[in-house]
């Protein structure tokens, strides 16, 4: 028996974006403008259209690194 084919991430995003016309761009803006206030307030979450939005400070400023259900704990930095 052969091990399943693993998708990627970054492979359904391109799909999406390439096959079906999604806007990445459009839905990075989205979310950065739903996040500005909680990385204004360097919150580590951001919970906003039933998701919670998992923020984390970097060198270049704060990411939004994942996205989980509202519900979902989500771990501090560097917890696995």
Do not use: N
């Amino acid at each position: 028996m052969t091990t399943p084919l693993h998708v990627s991430d970054h492979a359904i995003l391109r799909y999406l974006e390439r096959a079906h016309g999604l806007d990445v761009e459009a839905v990075r803006r989205h979310i950065a403008s739903r996040c500005a206030t909680g990385a204004e307030l360097r919150a580590t979450t951001v919970i906003v259209e039933r998701v919670k939005f998992v923020l984390a400070e970097r060198d270049a400023g704060t990411v939004v690194v994942t996205v989980l259900k509202a519900r979902w704990p989500a771990r501090p930095e560097g917890m696995k």
